[in-house]
């Protein structure tokens, strides 16, 4: 098993509402990403999970809230989202932050629109 | 800082041609480097890596690419493109033990027939 399978694939929500994003890898893996990915733009870090415990936030607005309930579980907590918030959300992991060949491995993404 | 750079936002290339993808890094430290591929309404998947020794290094999908340390630079090539090769191209690199992975811009390959 090779994957990372994230859930929903779409997600349309209101400013109001409260969602989450899931995101779940088989691989033994021990670190875990959010990523943010708008149209034809490069992937922008979020955060790093590593040993379930948060090891980077890049200074990500409180609207949005990570959480890692165990080592194959990554979720994104959603609350009071604007429009511009719009966009690909992709999940990804990786081997382990101390190790060389630490390589992602993405998700297919959750493509989510703020109305 | 660390950077990546993609001279090239798009490449239109012929099918069965062969083409390069340019991607340039900015480092004082050794770094891995990456190429990784996005289909449209996908994620990302890797096509290769550098990490150390040779320093051509072969992927998937018939992919290649050359890590040259003096010109800072991991260009991708194929020697025959295929329509399936129309995608985002993304350059990457992380330095040692780093937990950051810096993407470059991307480059929007178009295969056409």
């Known amino acids: 098993d090779t994957e990372v399978t994230q859930t929903p694939k779409h997600l349309v929500m209101g400013m109001t509402n409260k969602k989450s994003l899931k995101c779940e890898q088989h691989m033994g893996h021990r670190a875990m ?36 309930p165990n080592s194959s579980l990554l979720n994104l907590h959603l609350h009071a989202l604007q429009p511009e918030d719009s966009a690909l959300y992709l999940c990804a992991s990786s081997q382990d932050l101390r190790r060389r060949a630490n390589v992602l491995t993405f998700g297919a993404g959750s493509r989510l629109t703020v109305l | 800082a660390q950077s ?24 004082s430290v050794s770094v891995y480097l990456f190429w990784y591929v996005q289909y449209p309404n996908q994620g990302l998947q890797l096509l290769l890596k550098y990490l150390s020794g040779s320093t051509l290094v072969k992927g998937i999908n018939g992919f290649e690419a050359e890590f040259n340390k003096s010109q800072t630079s991991f260009h991708l090539r194929k020697p025959s493109v295929h329509i399936s090769d129309t995608a985002e191209y993304f350059c990457a690199a992380r330095r040692n033990y780093g937990q950051n992975f810096v993407f470059g811009p991307g480059t929007r390959l178009s295969v056409l027939p």
């Open chain 1, 33 to 68: 990403y959010w990523y943010k990915q708008k149209a034809k733009k490069p992937p922008e870090l979020m955060f790093v999970y590593s040993y379930e415990k948060l090891s980077i936030n890049e200074s990500v607005p409180s609207r949005f809230s990570p959480e890692c």
């Open chain 2, 4 to 27: 990546v750079t993609q001279l090239d936002s798009q490449v239109p290339v012929f099918e069965e041609a062969p083409v390069e993808l340019r991607c340039n890094y900015s480092s």
